[in-house]
C-alpha cells in the first residue's frame, strides 16, 4: 500500500556551521535546542556545555559512543553536535589506515585512490546511522567544521579565483555538503573602501562584524532549506532568526513524536524504550520565544526590512545615503535603478529603503559605486 503524505515533513534539522577559527562555530551550535557535544577535537573546554567524553580520539569509540547514545538516548537533550568534522574526518581517515594491514601506512598507501574511496563509504554509513537516530529520535544533528581556501577554475572562463569550503578531504565533503539542509559559513563582514585622492588613493578594511552567510557564492559555500536571507549579522537577533528558520515550528521537543508516528506508519521497528510524551518542561530546550516586537517569520518584512523608513536615521547612514542620491543625480540614474541592482547581487530584497541597508552595505555600494554605475547603464543599454 502506497505511503503518500502531503505537506511539510517533520524531519530534524541536519546542520553544518563552518568558518575560519575563533569565529564562534562552537558558541553558535551551543544556542541551538539542548545540545549534546561529541568534542572529538577537545575544544569546547571553556565552554559550559554538556559533552559525551570518548576513551580515546579513534573512529571505533566515536562509533561505540553513537551506538550507546542510540540506544538510549537522553531526554533531556535534542541537538546532536560534532565538533569538529575535519577532526571526525582525520580519525576516519587514520581507522581506514589501520585497517589495512602492516603495508599500509598513509592513506596514499592504497593506490590509484582506492584509499579515499574507502573514507567515502565510512562516512557514508556514518551519515546513514545519524539519520536513523535521528528518525527514530528526532534530535537534530550539527557539525561544526573548520574552513579552507582552495582554487577554484572557473569553466569556459580565463584564470580562477579563491573561494572558502569545508576543511574536509576530497571524498568527505562533497558527502557532507548533499547530507545536510542548512550549511552556514560564518566569517567577519569586512568592506573595503577607497580613502585619497586619485593620485594617492589607497585601500583599507573596515567594519568586521561576525556574520553568517547562508546562500551560496562564489567566494563561499552555503546553502539553506529555510528561506534565510543571503547573510544575518551574528548577533542575538541573528542568531534567533536562524533558529526560527531551522525550527519553523518552534519546538523540537514534539519532534520526537512525530517522527515515531511517522516510523510507525512506514512500518520501522520501534524504539525499545517507551516514547515519553513531550512534557511542559521541555520547553525551556525550545528556542528563545519572541517578543511581541519580534518578527515572527522569515519574510523580508520580518527580517527587519520595512518597507517605510524608519523615523529617526543613523547620521552616517544618511550622510551615505546623500552621497549615493548625488552620485545618482549626477549620472543621471535613479533608486530604482540602483534597487535593480542591489537585487540581483541579492544584497536586499526588492522595496527595500536604501535607509534600510547596514552601514557596511552602504559602505560597499559607495566604494563600488563607478562599478555599479556601469552595470546599471549597462543593463539599460546605455
Known amino acids: 500500500m502506497l505511503n503518500i503524505q502531503k505537506g511539510i515533513s517533520a524531519a530534524p534539522p541536519k546542520v553544518v556551521i563552518y568558518g575560519p577559527e575563533g569565529i564562534g562555530k562552537s558558541t553558535l551550535a551551543s544556542k541551538f535546542p539542548a545540545p549534546l557535544f ?5 575544544g569546547t573546554g571553556r565552554m559550559d556545555v554538556a559533552r559525551l567524553t570518548l576513551p580515546d580520539k579513534s573512529f571505533s569509540s566515536f562509533k561505540t559512543a553513537l551506538k550507546e547514545l542510540a540506544a538510549a538516548p537522553p531526554d533531556e537533550y535534542k541537538t546532536l553536535v560534532i565538533d569538529t568534522g575535519d577532526t571526525l574526518d582525520n580519525m576516519i581517515s587514520d581507522h581506514v589506515v589501520a585497517s589495512g594491514g602492516k603495508d599500509i601506512v598513509s592513506i596514499e598507501s592504497f593506490g590509484w585512490g582506492k584509499g579515499y574511496t574507502y573514507i567515502k563509504e565510512e562516512w557514508t554509513k556514518l551519515l546513514d546511522r545519524l539519520w536513523d537516530f535521528q528518525k527514530r529520535n528526532g534530535w537534530g544533528v550539527v557539525f561544526v567544521c573548520h574552513a579552507t581556501l582552495r582554487k577554484v577554475e572557473a569553466v569556459g572562463q580565463t584564470g580562477n579565483y579563491d573561494q572558502w569550503a569545508l576543511k574536509l578531504s576530497r571524498q568527505a565533503s562533497p558527502i557532507l555538503k548533499e547530507w545536510c539542509d542548512f550549511m552556514l559559513f560564518l566569517n567577519y563582514d569586512v568592506t573595503i573602501v577607497k580613502t585619497g585622492d586619485d593620485k594617492g588613493a589607497k585601500t583599507k578594511a573596515v567594519g568586521g562584524d561576525r556574520t553568517a552567510f547562508c546562500i551560496h557564492s562564489n567566494y563561499y559555500e552555503a546553502k539553506n532549506r529555510g528561506g534565510l536571507p543571503d547573510s544575518l549579522e551574528l548577533d542575538d537577533a541573528g542568531v534567533r532568526t536562524i533558529l526560527r528558520a531551522i525550527y519553523p515550528d518552534g519546538n523540537p521537543a514534539g ?85 535593480r541592482e542591489t537585487v540581483r547581487k541579492g544584497m536586499r530584497p526588492a522595496g527595500t529603503p536604501l535607509e534600510s541597508f547596514s552601514l557596511q552595505d552602504l559602505n560597499r555600494i559607495s566604494a563600488n559605486y563607478d562599478k555599479i554605475a556601469a552595470n546599471i547603464k549597462k543593463m539599460k543599454g546605455e
Open 38 to 42: 561529541i568534542d572529538v577535537e577537545e
Open 255 to 339: 519532534r520526537k513524536a512525530r517522527m515515531a508516528e511517522s516510523a510507525s506508519c512506514n512500518n520501522e521497528p520501534p524504539r525499545t524504550a517507551e516514547t515519553p510524551s513531550p512534557a511542559p518542561e521541555e520547553e525551556k530546550f525550545a528556542p528563545e520565544p519572541m517578543k511581541a516586537d519580534e518578527p515572527r517569520s522569515n519574510s523580508p518584512a520580518d527580517l527587519g526590512v520595512k518597507k517605510e523608513a524608519p523615523p529617526a536615521v543613523d547620521p552616517e547612514i544618511a550622510r551615505l545615503c546623500a552621497r549615493i542620491d548625488n552620485a545618482l543625480q549626477v549620472d543621471g540614474l535613479t533608486r530604482a535603478d540602483l534597487e
